[in-house]
């Protein structure tokens, strides 16, 4: 049974970066669209990042230009590196399989997450 477990957020001062890591078990995730979501508090969860099977990008507007999202099918993990952090950045980051390999609607179980902060 699949199982993602998020890692690598933090507190970071505007301007920083963050690594985030999404390491998956149970499951290969390489014929699964992959992508990054978060929630902040009082919002509803939004997609920000989706990489495709085929490793095809795709980004919120939001964060066009300073986030990266790439996938190691060796290691069953998706990372999402983010640059030039803002405060509004700030939110609980979760990843998930896409449905297939080119949706990025969620269809597996949700982690726990990991919370970024961005504060000076």
């Known amino acids: 049974q699949l199982r993602l477990v998020e890692s690598g957020g933090g507190l970071v001062q505007p301007g920083g970066s963050l690594r985030l890591s999404c390491a998956a078990s149970?499951?290969?995730?390489?014929?699964?669209?992959m992508g990054w979501y978060r929630q902040a508090p009082g919002k509803q969860r939004e997609l920000v990042a989706g990489?495709?099977?085929?490793?095809?990008?795709n980004y919120a507007d939001s964060v066009k230009g300073r986030f990266t999202i790439s996938r190691d099918n060796a290691k069953n993990t998706v990372y999402l590196q983010m640059n030039s952090l803002k405060f509004e950045d700030t939110a609980v980051y979760y990843c998930?399989?896409?449905?297939?390999?080119?949706?990025?609607?969620?269809?597996?179980?949700w982690g726990q997450g990991t919370q970024v902060t961005v504060s000076s």
């Open positions: 998930n399989t896409g449905k297939s390999g080119y949706s990025f609607s969620p269809g597996g179980p």
């Open positions: 149970g499951t290969s995730i390489s014929i699964y669209a």
């Open positions: 990489i495709t099977r085929g490793g095809n990008t």
